[in-house]
């Protein structure tokens, strides 16, 4: 029996430090730009929030698919070396393994160029559903391209095997498939949205039947409510060396609390405290807590109303 299984995308994702602000590059026919150091990390939401909870000592498995490459072998031997059980992740020959590429010039300035590859093209046919069941949580990171497609079916396979859910919708399943969104969010348990995606959705997401919905507001903290409360909390000052990840290790963090504990208090500290974590480092698999280090950052001031 697993704690929770991720799902979502594995990527290679490749850091450029830029000497110009990325909003103020114009490119000329045939340029040649320089960049400063590059850095290759693996990437990508199923597998960053896999690491997570595996470093937060839960049985953990992701489940997607990589090209039969360089990248490929990357994230698996991240992923075994976080402790990720990996009888559900493939290789492919069709596709090759998606790639990022992230310009940056500071924390709060870059640009990425995202390539789709194997993960994205993800079937039904991919996941051995009989073994599966086995869990008791599903964390469906964001999907795309055909991958979209896997949304309802987990949802309503977790459903009838009283798996819990933790879901965080890409902004492309946002703007072009909110029906669909709706008619499943009752299976949902925990929702999990930035700002600008929430402001998409508007305030009616509180009705659509979550359980417990979840708004990153950057700087400003985060916004939870349960169905009865709000809770606010605001985020550890800390020196930001890159953002990529922050989403990802936040989501991962406050479910990881809420398997470990099941105190919504202790979720969010655990929440801010790895995404903090995550940003004091490049790449998003590096600078994740591991189980019991949370107690090494000072409680937060949650507020409840």
């Given at each position: 029996?697993?704690?929770?299984?991720t799902f979502?995308s594995?990527?290679?994702?490749?850091?450029?430090?830029?000497?110009e602000k990325?909003?103020?590059?114009?490119?000329?026919?045939?340029d040649?730009?320089?960049?400063?150091?590059?850095?290759?990390?693996?990437g990508g939401?199923g597998v960053?929030?896999?690491?997570?909870?595996?470093l937060?000592?839960l049985?953990t498995?992701y489940?997607g698919?990589v090209?039969n490459?360089?990248f490929?072998?990357?994230?698996?031997?991240v992923?075994?070396s976080?402790g990720?059980?990996?009888r559900?992740?493939?290789?492919?020959?069709?596709h090759q393994?998606a790639?990022s590429?992230?310009?940056?010039?500071?924390?709060n300035?870059r640009l990425?160029?995202a390539?789709?590859?194997?993960?994205?093209f993800?079937?039904e046919?991919?996941?051995a559903?009989?073994?599966?069941?086995?869990?008791?949580w599903?964390?469906i990171a964001p999907?795309?391209?055909?991958?979209?497609?896997l949304?309802?079916?987990?949802?309503?396979?977790?459903?009838e095997?009283?798996?819990?859910?933790a879901?965080?919708?890409s902004?492309f399943?946002?703007?072009?498939?909110?029906?669909?969104l709706?008619?499943?969010?009752?299976?949902v348990?925990v929702?999990?949205?930035?700002?600008?995606?929430?402001s998409?959705?508007?305030?009616e997401?509180?009705?659509?039947?979550?359980k417990?919905?979840v708004?990153?507001?950057?700087?400003?903290?985060?916004?939870?409510f349960?169905?009865?409360n709000?809770?606010?909390?605001?985020?550890?000052?800390?020196?930001?060396v890159?953002?990529?990840?922050?989403?990802?290790?936040?989501?991962?963090?406050?479910?990881?609390?809420?398997?470990?504990?099941n105190?919504?208090k202790?979720a969010?500290r655990?929440?801010m405290?790895?995404?903090?974590?995550?940003?004091?480092e490049?790449?998003?698999?590096n600078?994740?807590?591991r189980?019991g280090e949370?107690e090494?950052?000072p409680?937060l001031?949650?507020?409840?109303?």
């Open positions: 029996m697993f704690d929770i299984i979502g594995a990527t290679g994702d490749i850091f450029m430090k830029m000497k990325p909003s103020q590059f114009c490119f000329n026919r045939g040649k730009v320089e960049t400063g150091d590059w850095q290759i990390f693996s939401g960053n929030t896999a690491c997570t909870f595996a937060q000592g049985k498995a489940c698919v090209g490459d360089y490929g072998e990357l994230n698996q031997q992923l075994k976080r990720v059980d990996l559900f992740f493939n290789k492919t020959n069709n393994t790639l590429v992230i310009l940056s010039s500071g924390q300035d990425i160029f390539g789709p590859g194997a993960c994205h993800q079937t046919k991919d996941i559903w009989p073994k599966i069941k086995k869990t008791k599903f964390y999907l795309h391209h055909q991958a979209c497609q949304l309802k079916p987990l949802v309503d396979f977790a459903i095997n009283k798996i819990k859910v879901l965080n919708p902004e399943q946002i703007k072009n498939s909110q029906d669909e709706k008619q499943i969010m009752a299976g348990d929702l999990l949205l930035n700002l600008d995606e929430a998409l959705l508007g305030e997401i509180y009705s659509w039947g979550a417990l919905v708004i990153t507001k950057g700087k400003e903290g985060a916004l939870i349960d169905g009865h709000f809770y606010t909390a605001g985020i550890f000052p800390i020196e930001a890159e953002r990529t990840g922050a989403g990802d290790s936040f989501g991962s963090g406050l479910v990881a609390g809420l398997l470990l504990k105190d919504i202790y969010i655990l929440a405290a790895n995404s903090a974590s995550c940003l004091k490049i790449g998003a698999a600078g994740l807590l189980k949370v090494k950052w409680l001031d949650i507020k409840k109303s």
